[in-house]
């Protein structure tokens, strides 16, 4: 049988929403927006069924979805898995329901003076972006995903773009997706910075083989229509591709970024892009391609049910869109605004002529951050991009008076205040009273305000999130369960309700809780070592000491070599799984420990440097040891040497040596910089070298190193060292307790997975220090105490007995009375 | 009896609304879409003049986000 004949119409998709939000006029400036934030989680605790999440942070409710707080304070609402893009608009609207209500009642309450809440996209003054992710679960190899689907998130932007101005630039140039200035590759591993058009992230949150695509190009829109094209479409494209086709293989861009961009300044959607073959392409001409292949396809077992729905509307709004934005004006988020702005520029009497010359000006006095050899774009339909194909009109050079020029920078600021408010969220925004005038189009005639009611309070009617829904239902009030994705669990972990199929529809029995699935390990001993090195690069350190212990049953056991690198690594697993002794011990047991090279003694002061919060003291008889022989025998192209004097940096640090510890460090990372042949070391010395700026008063270059450490450590999977060391470092640079909330959430959920007990215990003291006012400080003890009767490498740190002991001044944010670093050293 | 089925239980999926109407370009002769845009941005501008606070650069400072994602 051909695989795409065994392959299921039903996949589920989601949509995790970020909305930005603010204090209604006579707020508290000084108020931060992260406990503010809290509150809405706090009063949605208090009026919704939940089970707190069990991994992360946030909670799950009743209906399936999860609410929380994300990066920069942003309350974020993830629908329930749903497998029809109606139920998508239901639930995302009944998110947007949520919050509204949330933030009435805390107006009411008197809780400040209430909130405004707004589906933006970007913001134009802080250069700040959050968006809608979208989630396809596809059963397809994620390998062969980008090629066939970027072409059409390049151009689905025609229809769900939320429209807006270039963020990147002072004049006044629409676009379709603002967001689209924010992409700047193909593909990536992060969705903070360098941000690609296809995430390659793939965390599918679920077993039976399911993959999860993550979308994250995509826009936040008010139009359900808009919200409902852009699932529906998407589902079809990838369930072609779960389905064995290839619908993208002939339509393969030449420079995707390059193309969204282009097809993004151009209202008229007439701008070409080259494709691969040295054909060039409309987007309106790329959605076509895609449209006829969903439809040669319809009926075909791979698609769902709903597939012909979506293509009648999908070949509707094309159409439409043919015509030019008018054709949409009322029913898609770019064209609604399109034509309200531009009737806006009328009023106020801008001339075309004089916005060309106005956008032409700034671009002038301060170039845009868009590609350079594009032209400035602008609202003039009949103006687009040079080199697309179409001629640019001869366009009157007019020299613009201050008094000219003024007036135009107030209208673009004007414009950036209706931006925001368009996606207002109640009746005060924008979008809501064109909708309430009855002046739009965009409602679903299956989504009604019933039905996003009910959405609030029930899950979907199919798949686990109805399961997870009905489990929270039951399991709310009693105390102590929690909830993911994947499973529901007590806090005792005896027990599980495994959801991880994700289209399960009974609703399994509670099962003991296995042991974290993890990829098998390889028969093979040097495939077993390799498998180990890859756990411990993870920061997966108690995966790679089980995996140890297995390698004594390898029939290979025990030859010399081995047994020696069996050692070296059981020394560097242990002293990050919190037993130091045992690490030594691991290191004594080596038949031939020969203390004249570098490498043996790299290993000693690297277990010294995870001794216990901070390096021991006993790693200087060794650094002085290492430094004789470097002297004697230097190394520099050795992975060793470059870990020893990293080390060394990082003892001299926490010795107070700074300016030492950052020449070592800024050499070392110029040295290696040229080769990057130790990334992982690499970024371990941007992130000490980023605490050595915090404890020199430089942020700024502490940010700069901390965001180095924290991409390379992302893309090497470097986990271990991203969560303990350069998360927990960028949340001593922030002041606002959303900021500090994310990066230590962030590094809690890698902990967590991993069951890294070393690290869960440093960001529970952070925790307690930077976030005293959202912790129960009493509770974060007694966690802490636990932890470290579990870990001898605890119980004989001297840094952490002294912040136990002296745990009330830790906790109010005291500096030690002898002075030294804000944090104490931790 | 499971009340949460009504979401999903239902064989009736519409697609939008039929592109015909107030606003539509799609339907109708030239004249009427004249009209009914003129109408649209005539409406769509009170309500924009409505919403639009007198100090723009304040609005947009005072509703400033950090980083998201």
Known sequence: MKRRDRIMANRLLGIETEYGFSQNPGGNPE??????????????????????????????????ARFYIDCGAHPEFCTPEVDNPWDIVCYTDAGAELLQGLA?????????????????????????????????????????????????????????????????????????????YHLDRVTSTSSTESRGIFHLKDESLSARGWHRLHVLCGDSLCSQLGTWLKAGTTALVVALVDGGFQPGQSVGLQDPVRAMRRFNRDVTLRSTAELLNGRRLTALDLQWHYLRFVQEHLGHPCLPDWAEAVC??????????????????????????????????RHRQVSPDELTAFNEDMR??????????????????????????????????????????????????????????????????????????????HRLTDVTSERV??????????????????????????????????????????????????????????TPRPLPA??????????????????????????????????????????????????????????????????????????????NSISSVYEHVAIHRFQGLIPGDDIWEWIRLGDALLDQHPEPESAQAFGF???????????????????????????????RTHPRMYALAAADLGEVYRRLGEPDLARTCLDDAERLQTDAMALGDLSEFTLLNLAKLESASGDVSCFLNRAEAIQLDANNRMGLVRTHILRARLLRRQVDAG???????????????????????????????????????????????? | MNTTTSLRERTDHQPPPPATGAGDAGGGGLEALAQEGAAFLAAGHDIINAALSGDSQAFLEANRQRGGE
């Not at chain 1, 369960?481 to 972990?493: N, R, T, Y």
């Not at chain 1, 390889?522 to 997966?540: A, C, H, T, V």
């Not at chain 1, 004097?645 to 040295?671: F, M, N, S, T, Y």
């Not at chain 1, 740190?797 to 670093?821: F, N, Q, S, V, Y």
């Open chain 1, 779 to 826: 509770e974060t003890r007694d966690r802490i105490l636990a932890l470290r009767e579990q870990l001898p490498s605890l119980h004989a740190c001297p840094l952490c007995a002294k912040i136990l002991h002296r745990w009330d001044d830790w906790c109010a944010g005291r500096t030690l009375p002898e002075g030294g670093d804000a944090f104490w050293g931790m």
């Open chain 1, 364 to 441: 002038r006095l301060r170039p845009s951050a868009d590609l350079s050899d594009e032209p400035a774009g602008g609202f003039d339909s009949a103006r687009v991009p040079a080199g697309a194909g179409v001629p640019v009109p001869p366009g009157r050079t007019i020299a613009l008076s201050n008094a000219q020029r003024h007036k135009l920078q107030q209208l673009r600021t004007e414009l950036c205040e209706l931006e925001v408010r368009f996606g207002q969220l109640g009746p005060q925004g924008l979008f809501a009273a064109l909708d309430q005038a009855g002046l739009l189009q």
């Open chain 1, 104 to 180: 009435n009642e805390l107006a009411w309450a008197q809780v400040g003076p209430g909130l405004r809440l707004f589906r933006c996209n970007v913001d134009y003054l802080t250069g700040a972006t959050w968006a809608c992710h979208e989630n396809y679960g596809h059963r397809a190899n994620p390998l062969g995903l980008p090629r066939q689907i970027v072409p059409h998130l390049v151009s689905r932007i025609i229809y769900t773009g939320a429209g807006g101005l270039n963020p990147f630039s002072p004049g006044m140039e629409f676009c379709l997706s603002p967001r689209v």
């Open chain 1, 31 to 64: 108020a931060d927006m992260g406990d503010i934030g809290q509150e809405l989680i706090n009063l949605a605790m208090a009026r919704y069924p939940f089970l707190p999440a069990g991994q992360g942070h946030g909670i799950f409710l009743g209906n399936g």
């Open chain 1, 645 to 675: 004097r990293e080390h060394k940096a990082c003892a001299l640090l926490h010795r107070g040596q700074l300016d030492e510890a950052k020449i070592l460090l800024r050499q070392v990372l110029a040295e290696n910089g040229r080769r």
């Open chain 1, 518 to 595: 993890r990829a098998s390990a390889p028969d093979d001993i040097e495939q077993r070592f390799d498998f180990l090195k890859s756990e411990y690069e993870r920061g997966n350190f108690e995966q790679a000491f089980s995996s140890l212990g297995e390698i004594t049953t390898s029939p290979a056991w025990p030859t010399p070599s081995f047994v020696s690198q069996y050692h070296s690594m059981m020394a560097l697993v242990q002293c990050r799984r919190g037993f130091f002794p045992a690490a030594i011990a691991s290191l004594n047991a080596r038949a031939q420990t020969r203390l």
């Open chain 1, 453 to 510: 009611r009910q959405a609030l309070r029930e899950p979907p009617a199919s798949g686990r999130a109805r399961l997870r829904g009905r489990a929270i239902q039951q399991l709310h009030g009693r105390g102590g369960h929690l909830c993911d994705w994947h499973a529901v669990w007590p806090e005792s972990k005896e027990t599980l309700l495994d959801l991880s199929d994700p289209l399960q529809q009974e609703m399994p029995s509670w």
């Open chain 1, 312 to 345: 009648t509307a999908w070949q509707e709004m094309l159409e439409r869109l043919a015509r030019g934005p008018a054709g949409a004006r009322t029913r898609i988020d770019w064209a609604i605004k399109h034509a309200l702005y531009l009737e806006h520029l």
